[in-house]
């Protein structure tokens, strides 16, 4: 049973940067495709960044250039960094596994993941 486990979320002014950590087994984080997701409250869950299996990342429209996710393989962990945050990316961010192996672009739909972390709060004040 794959566990998936998040941190690094908080609280930060707009424009500032946090770095979100995703713990999990060696296999999942080193073979598997693997996506950050956010909820904010009444909204969708919304597809953030994702990493195929062999290492390429996709990103939604909106964090392009703002974001990156990375994998520390030495540490077994998933890694959302963020930087010039804004109030909208205010939400709860969960670190996801899919159902499936990936190998071209890395997909944004929640439905194509099924394992999911507890999630992790970021909040951004302007």
């Known amino acids: 049973q794959v566990q998936l486990v998040e941190s690094g979320g908080g609280s930060v002014q707009a424009g500032g940067s946090l770095r979100l950590s995703c713990t999990s087994d060696?296999?999942?984080?080193?073979?598997?495709?693997l996506a950050w997701f956010r909820q904010a409250p009444g909204q969708e869950r919304e597809g953030v960044a994702a990493m195929s299996s062999n290492a390429n990342a996709n990103y939604a429209n909106s964090v392009k250039g703002r974001f990156s996710i990375a994998k520390d393989d030495a540490r077994n962990t998933l890694i959302l960094q963020m930087n010039s945050l804004r109030p909208e990316d205010t939400a709860i961010y969960y670190c996801?596994?899919?159902?499936?192996?990936?190998?071209?672009?890395?997909?944004?739909?929640?439905?194509?993941?099924?394992?999911w972390g507890q999630g992790t709060q970021v909040t951004v004040s302007s």
């Open positions: 996801a596994c899919a159902a499936a192996d990936w190998y071209g672009t890395a997909p944004l739909r929640a439905s194509d993941y099924n394992t």
């Open positions: 060696e296999y999942t984080i080193r073979r598997k495709t």
